[in-house]
Antibody, heavy 117, light 107 residues
Framework: EVQLVESGGGLVQPGGSLRLSCAAS????????MNWVRQAPGKGLEWVSY????????YYADSVKGRFTISRDNAKNTLYLQIKSLRGEDSAVYYC???????????WGQGTLVTVS | SYVLTQPPSVSVAPGQTARISCGQN??????VHWYQKKPGQAPVLVVY???DRPTGIPERFSGSNSANTATLTIGRVEAGDEADYFC???????????FGGGTKLTV
């Protein structure tokens, strides 16, 4: 069974930093592209970042470029998101997602809440 | 930037058919995916590549895509279908994933 379990969220002051983690199991992690997606309270889904299976290719949403860093450790089956210079508008539930056969997100974690205040 | 336009809300009676649109000029060639999001739960993929259903998704959920509008159709709507629905594409021009603003389905 595919499982994605996020951790690392919490309450942080503006300007602060956090590192989110996503532990993957039930599939060959090193074969799959991964993403982070977030949802602010009362808002829609917002894509944050993409990383290829090897980690060689990375993309970011304009709203987080330069402040967020996505990475992965295929030996540990874990995806990361380092977030810096946090702002109020970064407050959201952050989801880790797996790419399906194309560019759809076929599995999502339960999310981790980041509150900037 | 690439923008996907969804109606904020759709209301339908139980047993009827709900249609949720996702509009953008030239969306036809792109592969459109749809997610169901209920409060407190993770999003669930309900349709991918315009019209395919993941394993476990009822046949009541279907999708289509024409020149300027993609549509998620939910037949024989049930109370449990009440949720927010989001369309999504990959924008190869900007290397960005794009979500529509979401549609709240009320049953």
């Amino acid at each position: 069974e595919v499982q994605l379990v996020e951790s690392g969220g919490g309450l942080v002051q503006p300007g602060g930093s956090l590192r989110l983690s996503c532990a993957a199991s039930g599939f060959t992690f090193s074969d799959r592209e991964m993403n982070w997606v977030r949802q602010a309270p009362g808002k829609g889904l917002e894509w944050v970042s993409y990383i290829s299976s090897s980690g060689d290719t990375i993309y970011y949403a304009d709203s987080v470029k330069g402040r967020f860093t996505i990475s992965r450790d295929n030996a540990k089956n874990t995806l990361y998101l380092q977030i810096k210079s946090l702002r109020g508008e970064d407050s959201a539930v952050y989801y880790c997602t797996r790419d399906g056969t194309g560019d759809e997100f076929d599995y999502w974690g339960q999310g981790t809440l980041v509150t900037v205040s | 930037s690439y923008v996907l336009t969804q109606p904020p809300s759709v209301s339908v009676a139980p047993g009827q058919t709900a249609r949720i649109s996702c509009g953008q000029n030239g969306i036809g060639p792109r592969r459109v995916h749809w997610y169901q999001k209920k409060p407190g739960q993770a999003p669930v993929l309900v349709v991918y590549d315009d019209r395919d259903r993941p394993t476990g998704i009822p046949e009541r959920f279907s999708g289509s895509n024409s020149a300027n509008t993609a549509t998620l159709t939910i037949g024989r709507v049930e109370a449990g279908d009440e949720a927010d629905y989001f369309c999504q594409v990959w924008d190869s021009d900007s290397y960005h994933v794009v979500f529509g603003g979401g549609t709240k389905l009320t049953v």
